[in-house]
């Protein structure tokens, strides 16, 4: 039986005693068999709020206009991705919501870049709509990013490894942030017509395919995390973040660190919209996923082959309904 998710301090695994963060690896390895946890953050409220108020007058422009920023080809790696689009791998019933994607740019001549073109598409933002909205994303975004790479470290020592084992592997990885607007479920009914079928959701039961992924803030319920075979809520605590595990961490950890399962409901009785911003922790695209040694012992043999992160990314993209020149779901 899990302990549920619990919530740690980031903070006290940076700077306190040797006693303290040997509680907080210990607490976050407890809490992650459920494939969440909830972590104190230093993330500035100032920049919460001016990315939020930025992102919602986006989405509040019209389809045409928010069509302006949609990057073709990119397969939801950067700019608008509209509703009825994004298709959980465990679904055919499109996802009831519509995204913004960005990371932040590396140079041209990167090997990454010249080596992984889809994973480093040129980025598109609506700055033409929402002027000065480019800087405080690509802000917001790479402090995310760090918050997440400090996570890892205490992930690293939970495993068995040095703290700094996942630092190079996230290096100028293409780190995804996604913000999603959720419309009012009384909407879809409008968008589908009288003819609609039943059962789509906000988002649908899925596992996240990168190492982690970090949710700073949401501005209404929704986040369920499948626990013990049932859906329960999460909501961090005030100035907290829910940090989850994705298939890359499971596969590097040979299933000691297991998927954070989850989806996004609106609450019974629930009329309005819902905004959320999340960030995908990704490895270089040339990274091997393979399991570590310390993970492998002769009572938990080796469970996965290795697989490139690229190839794994590629794969989920497909599932998942992004690929524009292959929807699974048309």
């Not at 995310?144 to 703290?163: K, N, S, Y």
């Not at 399991?291 to 989920?316: G, K």
């Amino acid at each position: 039986m899990s302990e549920g998710i619990l919530d740690v301090d980031l903070l006290a695994f940076e700077t306190g005693t040797r006693e303290q963060r040997r509680a907080v690896v210990d607490g976050v390895a407890r809490s992650l068999t459920t494939g969440f946890v909830y972590t104190s953050h230093d993330v500035s409220d100032d920049l919460l709020d001016t990315a939020y108020d930025m992102l919602r007058r986006f989405f509040e422009c019209s389809t045409e206009d928010k069509q302006q920023a949609t990057a073709k080809g990119a397969s939801g790696q950067t700019g608008y991705t509209g509703l009825l689009v994004e298709t959980a791998a465990s679904s055919d019933k499109p996802d009831w919501k519509e995204m913004l994607n960005w990371s932040s740019p590396i140079a041209s001549g990167h090997p990454l870049k010249r080596r992984f073109p889809q994973a480093y598409p040129d980025q598109v933002l609506p700055e033409s709509i929402v002027p000065g909205i480019t800087d405080v994303l690509y802000e917001f975004h790479d402090t995310i990013a760090d918050l997440q790479r400090r996570f890892l470290r205490v992930i690293a020592e939970g495993i068995g490894c040095h703290e700094t084992f996942f630092d190079d592997m996230v290096a100028d990885g293409p780190t995804l942030t996604r913000a999603i607007r959720y419309p009012a479920m009384t909407e879809l009914d409008t968008a589908l017509g009288a003819d609609g079928e039943p059962g789509h959701e906000w988002a649908a039961a899925h596992g996240d395919i990168n190492l982690i992924t970090a949710l700073p803030r949401a501005t209404a319920p929704g986040l369920q995390v499948q626990v013990d075979g049932e859906w329960v809520d999460a909501v961090a605590p005030d100035d907290g973040v829910i940090v989850n595990t994705g298939i890359m961490l499971e596969r590097l950890t040979n299933g000691r660190i297991p998927i954070g399962w989850h989806r996004v409901v609106a609450s019974p009785g629930y009329e309005g919209e819902r905004y959320s911003v999340v960030q995908f922790c990704h490895p270089r695209p040339w990274t091997v996923l393979a399991p570590v040694s310390t993970c492998c012992t002769p009572d938990e043999p080796q469970r996965f082959a290795a697989i490139s992160a690229a190839d794994a990314l590629d794969e989920v993209l497909y599932e998942i309904n992004l690929v524009e020149e292959a929807r699974r779901v048309g």
